[in-house]
Structures are given as structure tokens and as C-alpha cells.
């Protein structure tokens, strides 16, 4: 999961926005109209941030039709998701505009807007460019925005698809790269606060002892004794198999590498988390914990994306951070035996 303002808050945050009355004027309120691909019935949920606050709208799509009606005086991104959070489809809102949206199931990069030039313009530049945007996305975007510093498309791929993970430093020259009018604060706000988090000092300090549930609704605690403890988090949703592999791997040559191993995954529930993971076989320590990036347990850390990964001495001192798997089992194996 690359980091993405939208997806955090929407993993993290449960708060639900009743839908706005039909009495508003159309200068107080925007509407988004819908089809999907196929015509399936299904519940979505609608996710923006606005004025200081998470926003959420639950609605229903019949045969394939939807539509809703929300309230932001200023631009901002509004992500559209099915139920369990999957993004179908991202558009720039704001009050007294209608947008038209055609979605398909498990691809977002297909999704297609109308009801503005912004919005086609984004649509147009995500679909037929999905390839680099799935294998590549700090290229093209570091790529685009150095041609189009005076386009507000700019900040929007900037907050939606970089990875600023993988460099918080390069994404904040970009952002600088960027014409004031271009990157509105409603925009980057979030993004700056994410950035701030990346190179904040919950970076270094040292992870404190917390708990989480593991099989069986049983409580256990992370760090363990190993000399070496990795702290993988992710969510079904992500990469699985990549991620399998690297943790196998580790806990095939745990006792060589004086390792102990924590996988969590933070998905919704448990019953989401265990399902997801079944096909796993798991034989390290998997745990569950609630509330995404946002739980207590994890805010400390200044976690920016998922899936990450932190490994830590005994004590929780910790010694490298990535947001790939790759990197972490790299840093064990060349560092167990010192």
C-alpha cells in the first residue's frame, strides 16, 4: 500500500456523515451520480476530509446506479470505495458541481469522471497511463509535476499515488516544486502533517511494549526477546504472497538469526483478519490489532503506509524502517550475526 492520505484516513477512521438533506441549495452541496461495471448490487462508502474532519457517507447502489449528495466548501478529494474499503474510483469535489463516475470492480484505474475539466483531465492521465502508475508511480509523477508545476493535477497525483515512504525528501521538494495556486491548502494540509510524520522523532524513539490479539483471542506482547524483532504490519489487502515468501524465509532460519518474528495485521475485525491470512500456513506469531495506523498502539510510530516493516532490538530500539519486505529481510541477515 503506497501511502496515501485518502486510503489512512479511511482505514482509520469509522465516523459516519448522514447524507445531506434534499433541502440544501446547490451552492452548499455537490452530487456525484454513478454506474458500475456489470450492474451489481452493493453498499459503498464515500470518504473525504473537509474543514478539519473525516467525512463518510454510506450508500446503496442498485443494479449498478447510484448516487449521493455531500457538502465541501472547498476542493477536496472524495475516494469512493466498496465496503470493505477497496478504492473504486477518486475525483476533486466541491459544492455546487454534479459529477458522473463509471466505476469497475477491482480496478480504479479504469474508472472514468465527468461533471468538470479537472476531473476528466485526472481520469484520462490515471487510465491511460495505469501501467506506470501501478509499476512506477514516483517517476511519473516526479516526471509530470516538473513539466506541469502550475497544474493542480500536479498535487493531486502527488497526494493520492506517491509513495512518499520510500522518500519523504523527494515528496517535499516535489510539493515545493508545485505553484502556490496550484496546491491548495484543503489539498495538502494532510499531506504536510503525513510528511511531518515520516521524519518526526517517533521515527527513532524506541517502540514501546504493546499488546495485540493473536489466535484464540489471546493477548501477546511486541517486542519479544529475540536479539532481533521484526514488526511486519499490513492488511489483507496488500501484496500477501511478497510478503509470505520474506516472512517463510525469516522464520525458516529464526534460530541462525536470533530473530522473533510478529506479523499484524490490521484489518477491521478478526474475522476479516484471520480469513485473510488463512491461506498463509503461518507458523510465526500473527497477531491482530484494530484501527489501522491509527490504533494507540501504533500512532507512536509515525507509520506511513502499509504494508511496513520495523525492526527493533530486544529492548525496542529501533534499528531500520521500510515499507519493503525485501529491505527488512536484507538488514536481518546481514546483521544477525554482529
Given at each position: 500500500?503506497?501511502i496515501n492520505?485518502?486510503?489512512s484516513?479511511?482505514?482509520a477512521?469509522?465516523?459516519?456523515?448522514?447524507l445531506?438533506?434534499?433541502?440544501?441549495?446547490?451552492?452548499?452541496?455537490?452530487?456525484v451520480?454513478g454506474?458500475i461495471e456489470?450492474?451489481?448490487?452493493?453498499?459503498?462508502?464515500?470518504?473525504y476530509y473537509?474543514?478539519?474532519?473525516?467525512?463518510s457517507?454510506?450508500?446503496?447502489?442498485?443494479?449498478?446506479?447510484?448516487?449521493?449528495?455531500?457538502?465541501?466548501?472547498n476542493?477536496?478529494i472524495?475516494?469512493?470505495?466498496?465496503y470493505?474499503y477497496?478504492?473504486?474510483a477518486?475525483?476533486?469535489?466541491?459544492?455546487g458541481?454534479?459529477y458522473?463516475?463509471?466505476?469497475?470492480?477491482?480496478?480504479r484505474?479504469?474508472?472514468k469522471?465527468s461533471?468538470?475539466?479537472?476531473?476528466?483531465r485526472?481520469?484520462?492521465?490515471?487510465?491511460?497511463?495505469?501501467?506506470?502508475?501501478?509499476?512506477s508511480?514516483?517517476?511519473?509523477?516526479?516526471?509530470?509535476?516538473?513539466?506541469?508545476p502550475?497544474?493542480?493535477?500536479s498535487?493531486i497525483l502527488l497526494?493520492?499515488?506517491?509513495?512518499?515512504?520510500?522518500?519523504?525528501?523527494?515528496?517535499?521538494?516535489?510539493?515545493?516544486?508545485?505553484?502556490?495556486?496550484?496546491?491548495?491548502?484543503?489539498?495538502?494540509?494532510?499531506?504536510n502533517?503525513?510528511l511531518?510524520?515520516?521524519?518526526?522523532?517517533?521515527?527513532e524513539a524506541?517502540?514501546?511494549?504493546?499488546a495485540?490479539?493473536?489466535?484464540?483471542?489471546?493477548?501477546?506482547?511486541?517486542?519479544?526477546a529475540?536479539?532481533?524483532?521484526?514488526?511486519?504490519?499490513s492488511?489483507?489487502?496488500?501484496?500477501?504472497?511478497?510478503?509470505?515468501s520474506?516472512l517463510?524465509?525469516?522464520?525458516?532460519?529464526?534460530?541462525?538469526l536470533?530473530?522473533s518474528?510478529?506479523?499484524?495485521?490490521?484489518?477491521?475485525?478478526?474475522i476479516?483478519?484471520?480469513?485473510?491470512?488463512?491461506?498463509?500456513?503461518?507458523?510465526?506469531q500473527?497477531?491482530?490489532l484494530?484501527g489501522?495506523t491509527?490504533n494507540?498502539?501504533?500512532?507512536p510510530?509515525?507509520?506511513p503506509?502499509?504494508?511496513?516493516?520495523?525492526?527493533?532490538?530486544?529492548?525496542?530500539?529501533?534499528?531500520m524502517?521500510t515499507?519493503?519486505?525485501?529491505?527488512?529481510?536484507?538488514?536481518?541477515?546481514?546483521?544477525?550475526?554482529?
Open positions: 500500500m503506497k492520505l485518502y486510503h484516513f479511511t482505514a477512521v469509522l465516523g459516519l456523515l448522514s445531506i438533506s434534499a433541502g440544501c441549495s446547490d451552492s452548499e452541496q455537490f452530487r451520480n454506474t456489470g450492474k451489481p448490487t452493493l453498499n459503498l462508502r464515500a470518504n473537509s474543514n478539519g474532519a473525516f467525512r457517507i454510506i450508500t446503496a447502489c442498485r443494479d449498478g446506479e447510484f448516487e449521493f449528495f455531500a457538502s465541501s466548501d476542493p477536496v472524495l475516494e469512493i470505495t466498496d470493505e477497496h478504492p473504486m477518486r475525483l476533486l469535489v466541491r459544492n458541481e454534479t458522473k463516475v463509471e466505476m469497475t470492480q477491482g480496478d484505474f479504469a474508472s469522471t461533471g468538470s475539466d479537472i476531473n476528466s485526472w481520469s484520462g492521465l490515471v487510465s491511460g497511463n495505469a501501467d506506470s502508475l501501478r509499476l508511480p514516483n517517476n511519473f509523477i516526479a516526471h509530470y509535476i516538473g513539466s506541469h502550475d497544474d493542480m493535477l498535487t497526494v493520492t499515488e506517491y509513495n512518499a515512504a520510500a522518500d519523504p525528501e523527494q515528496a517535499d521538494s516535489l510539493l515545493a516544486l508545485i505553484a502556490p495556486e496550484a496546491r491548495p491548502s484543503s489539498l495538502t494540509d494532510g499531506f502533517h503525513l511531518s510524520r515520516l521524519v518526526s522523532e517517533s521515527a524506541p517502540v514501546k511494549p504493546f495485540y490479539v493473536a489466535h484464540n483471542d489471546t493477548l501477546k506482547t511486541f517486542p519479544a529475540g536479539k532481533l524483532n521484526l514488526l511486519s504490519l492488511t489483507t489487502d496488500n501484496n500477501r504472497d511478497s510478503i509470505v520474506s517463510r524465509r525469516l522464520h525458516r532460519n529464526r534460530s541462525r536470533q530473530l518474528l510478529t506479523d499484524i495485521i490490521l484489518d477491521h475485525d478478526t476479516e483478519a484471520w480469513r485473510g491470512v488463512r491461506s498463509d500456513s503461518a507458523a510465526w500473527q497477531g491482530w484494530p489501522v491509527a494507540p498502539a501504533l500512532d510510530l509515525g507509520i503506509s502499509l504494508p511496513y516493516f520495523i525492526v527493533c532490538d530486544s529492548t525496542g530500539t529501533q534499528l524502517r515499507s519493503r519486505i525485501s529491505e527488512a529481510e536484507e538488514y536481518i541477515n546481514n546483521h544477525s550475526a554482529r
